[in-house]
């Protein structure tokens, strides 16, 4: 079983930063065959993708977060960034990590980190 935590939420004005971080249980071998993403909801909304980095480094965005948020990896740590930059209220969410181990492959969710981008 991998568990994946995640760490950075808060409460950010408008326009501010935060960093996201989510660090996988995975062994050293197995965490850079995940692909890796981060989701998101929103009160009464449904979970949503924000983005999305392959075991290959491709990276794939929300139109919403495009230009906003940076999601990257560090294989060594087994771990996984979201740098989120210009927030907005509309960002404010319950933030989640996910892991699978290729198509159709095992997944795994983490426990969520709040983000409260305050007007």
């Known amino acids: 079983q991998v568990q994946l935590v995640e760490s950075g939420g808060g409460v950010v004005q408008t326009g501010g930063s935060l960093r996201l971080s989510c660090a996988s249980s995975a062994s050293g071998i197995i965490f850079p065959l995940f692909d890796m993403g981060w989701y998101r909801q929103a009160p009464g909304k449904q979970r949503e993708l924000v983005a999305f980095i392959s075991k290959t480094g491709s990276t794939n965005y929300a139109d919403s977060v495009k230009g906003r948020f940076t999601i990257s990896r560090d294989n060594p740590k087994n771990t996984v960034y979201l740098q989120m930059n210009n927030l907005k209220p509309e960002d404010t969410a319950v933030y989640y990590c996910?892991?699978?181990?290729?198509?159709?492959?095992?997944?795994?969710w983490g426990q969520g980190t709040q983000v409260t981008v305050s007007s």
């Open positions: 996910h892991a699978q181990l290729g198509t159709g492959g095992s997944q795994y």
